[in-house]
């Protein structure tokens, strides 16, 4: 009655192997090498252009809470200084990296993947439009085989009685189709 419970390693083995974690570690490296490329995309192309309107190092812009904020004869700050230009740099690189990937990265894949589905629907369309063309021209055979049959033999094709041997035997007497191997 005593039931093996799993030991700490096999739980962290199965923990490891599990799919979920093997996913989030290739997010984690492929995100950070995407992050490379955005901030190349930021600081090379993007900064430049902001830079033209102002300045690109935003950190000098600060103001002065308690004066006098100005460096002291130890090389300490005196007074209290207020960094806004710093908080609004990194803002602003935040919003341009936001914008890069969303309007690099996220919008062309979101109209791709609505592309794809699109197309897949489609496909099942077309799919299911096939199978009931395939079972309107199997209803149409079943038809006309009922109609070379004849009158009397309709009865047994529609009370559908199962035995293969009844419906053969009589669908070859007396019917136009039945005389023709003879």
């Known amino acids: 009655m005593s039931e093996k419970k799993p030991s700490v390693l096999e739980g962290f083995k199965a923990f490891l192997l599990r799919g979920n974690v093997i996913d989030l570690a290739v997010a984690v490296v492929i995100g950070a090498a995407f992050t490379n490329i955005v901030n190349a995309v930021v600081k090379g192309m993007i900064n430049p252009l902001v830079g033209a309107f102002g300045t690109k190092d935003l950190d000098a812009y600060s103001s002065c809470l308690k004066a006098p904020c100005d460096p002291g004869p130890d090389g300490e700050m005196q007074g209290i200084q207020i960094m806004w230009g710093s908080v ?51 209803k149409e055979i079943r038809d006309s085989l009922v109609a070379q049959r004849g009158p009397g033999d309709n009865l047994v094709a529609q009370r559908g009685s199962g035995a293969a041997g009844s419906g053969g035997a009589s669908s070859t007497s007396g019917t136009p189709g039945g005389d023709e191997g003879r």
């Open 88 to 138: 609004l740099g990194v803002t602003l690189q935040f919003l341009i990296t936001a914008a890069v990937v969303y309007f690099l990265m996220v919008l062309p894949m979101s109209k791709y993947l609505a592309r794809r589905v699109a197309a897949q629907k489609a496909k099942e369309g077309v799919q299911e439009t096939l199978e009931v063309t395939e079972l309107e021209v199997l």
